[in-house]
């Protein structure tokens, strides 16, 4: 079955904490994101790769570091976690033409 | 300049009838694609349908369809015989090709379908 896996789907933490949420696909899709979702702004892209070892900017990236060493996995990582940074986080891997498969969604807490 | 403009925060449709959603983009990339998400209120993203900037015809899946009309740089959802299941977020969403293949979401549509 074709999907993206995220973990963990819930997490509340400190401010400072460094924190890794992962992200997993079985579709061997090159282009792999990730992206918040906030109430009323809708989805806003965090970084993005388009191959192993390539990794772009989106609108979003401050706080935000990411690393792309095997096509499956794209994990996304906070090294000092804020109040600000608290949202839902999707992981997604996209097909050809650009139809997203989204991972379940990450529910953050930062206090 | 906001890429994706969703002006309706909020839509009613009667079961049964049609609904059209609204999309606005802004891009000066010669290719693009245009999309529509679904977000139920579980919280999943569903993709339900696709335009290619140089596709010459309106894209179709089952009961939707994509109204578009580059002209005005508009995409337009239409959800024909709403179901009470397509209660949900709608969000549209631009790829630009060229300019860097970014992905842009508009702010979302809360449809709700009325028994």
């Known amino acids: 079955e074709a999907q993206v896996t995220q973990n963990p789907r819930y997490l509340i933490t400190v401010t400072g904490k460094k924190l890794t949420v992962t992200c997993s696909q079985n579709?061997?899709?090159?282009?792999m994101s990730w992206y918040r979702q906030d109430p009323g702004l809708g989805l806003r892209q965090i970084y993005y790769?388009?191959?192993?070892?390539?990794?772009d900017k989106g609108d979003v990236p401050e706080g935000y570091k990411v690393s792309r060493k095997e096509k499956r996995n794209f994990p996304l990582i906070l090294e000092s976690p804020s109040p600000n940074q608290t949202s839902l986080y999707f992981c997604?891997?996209?097909?050809?033409?650009?139809?997203?498969?989204f991972g379940p969604g990450t529910r953050l807490t930062v206090t | 300049a906001q890429k994706i403009t969703q002006t309706q925060p909020g839509m009613f449709v009667q079961e049964k009838e049609a609904v059209t959603l609204d999309c606005t983009y802004d891009?000066?990339?010669?290719?693009?694609?245009l999309f529509w998400y679904k977000q139920p209120s579980s919280g999943e993203m569903i993709f339900l349908i696709y335009?290619?900037?140089?596709?010459?015809q309106n894209a179709t899946e089952g009961r939707y369809s994509l109204n578009f009309q580059k002209a005005r740089k508009s995409a337009n959802l239409v959800i024909s015989a709403s179901q009470l299941g397509d209660s949900a977020m709608y969000f549209c969403?631009?790829?630009?090709?060229?300019?860097?293949?970014?992905?842009?979401f508009g702010t979302g549509t809360s449809l709700t379908v009325i028994p």
């Open positions: 891009t000066s990339d010669p290719s693009y694609g």
């Open positions: 997604a891997s996209i097909a050809g033409e650009g139809e997203q498969y």
């Open positions: 790769s388009m191959n192993v070892e390539v990794t």
């Open positions: 335009q290619g900037s140089y596709d010459q």
């Open positions: 969403a631009m790829r630009e090709v060229y300019t860097g293949n970014q992905f842009y």
């Open positions: 579709m061997n899709h090159e282009y």
